[in-house]
């Protein structure tokens, strides 16, 4: 693996099992068997790796949600399964919660992330909309849109409640009201 792949895994995976505030350059480093020198090379600062993750994050989110799109039946079949697998990778997790929320809540009060984290959200909504067309092609472009943003709101607080309180009647909430949402005839 080259340097700056190595630097990039390295940093995504501290960054998902420590935090990006708590992740320092020098554990990057560490991880990565690389210099500073080569860090710098490839990178101007730990805020460009961060915007590497919240782009690799949301380019993940499409390649997850498209594979269920492939194997779903129904809109409804869909969120069943979509969820199904987030929740069966977050098992070996200690930060159980929508990665892209978990990094752009822990940097929302830097400024420079905000177009990043915007695009990174926009992105999925867009997936979203995709997988919703498979299934919904009777939907007018605002009911579309509409949905998909529901769908998410559902999916980001079911997520954080479940992470929260370890509950999985939370999760299983969750899937029911995204299943109601996505069945209304009327957008």
Same mark, same amino acid.
């Given at each position: 693996?080259?340097? +700056?792949?190595?630097? #990039?895994?390295?940093?995504?995976?501290?960054?998902?099992? !420590?935090?990006? *505030?708590?992740?320092? @350059?020098?554990?990057?480093?560490?991880?990565?068997?690389?210099?500073? &020198?080569?860090?710098?090379?490839?990178?101007?600062?730990? $805020?460009? @790796?961060?915007?590497?993750?919240?782009?690799?994050?949301? #380019? *993940? *989110? %499409?390649?997850?949600?498209? !594979?269920?799109?492939? !194997?779903?039946? =129904?809109?409804? $079949?869909?969120?069943? +399964?979509?969820?199904?697998?987030?929740?069966?990778?977050?098992?070996?997790? =200690?930060? +159980?919660?929508?990665? @892209?929320?978990?990094?752009?809540?822990?940097? =929302?009060?830097?400024?420079?992330?905000?177009?990043?984290?915007?695009?990174? @959200?926009?992105?999925?909504?867009?997936?979203?909309?995709?997988?919703?067309?498979?299934?919904?092609?009777? /939907?007018? *472009?605002?009911?579309?849109?509409?949905?998909?943003?529901?769908?998410?709101? /559902?999916?980001?607080?079911?997520?954080?409640?479940?992470?929260?309180?370890? $509950?999985? !009647?939370?999760?299983?909430?969750? &899937?029911?009201?995204?299943?109601?949402?996505?069945?209304?005839?009327? %957008?």
């Amino acid at each position: 693996m080259k340097p +700056k792949e190595r630097i #990039l895994e390295s940093s995504f995976t501290l960054f998902r099992e !420590k935090g990006f *505030q708590a992740t320092g @350059i020098s554990e990057i480093l560490e991880k990565a068997g690389a210099y500073k &020198k080569t860090l710098y090379d490839h990178f101007k600062s730990k $805020d460009e @790796i961060g915007y590497e993750y919240l782009n690799y994050l949301s #380019l *993940q *989110q %499409r390649v997850v949600m498209l !594979k269920v799109l492939d !194997k779903s039946v =129904s809109l409804e $079949d869909f969120i069943e +399964k979509w969820v199904n697998f987030i929740l069966r990778n977050q098992r070996n997790s =200690s930060r +159980k919660d929508c990665p @892209i929320a978990l990094f752009s809540g822990e940097v =929302s009060h830097l400024s420079q992330f905000d177009p990043y984290r915007t695009e990174a @959200i926009q992105y999925v909504l867009d997936t979203i909309e995709i997988c919703i067309l498979r299934f919904r092609s009777d /939907l007018k *472009q605002d009911g579309i849109k509409s949905l998909s943003l529901e769908l998410y709101m /559902l999916y980001l607080g079911g997520l954080r409640l479940y992470s929260l309180t370890k $509950d999985r !009647k939370v999760v299983e909430r969750m &899937k029911e009201q995204m299943t109601s949402c996505a069945s209304k005839k009327n %957008r």
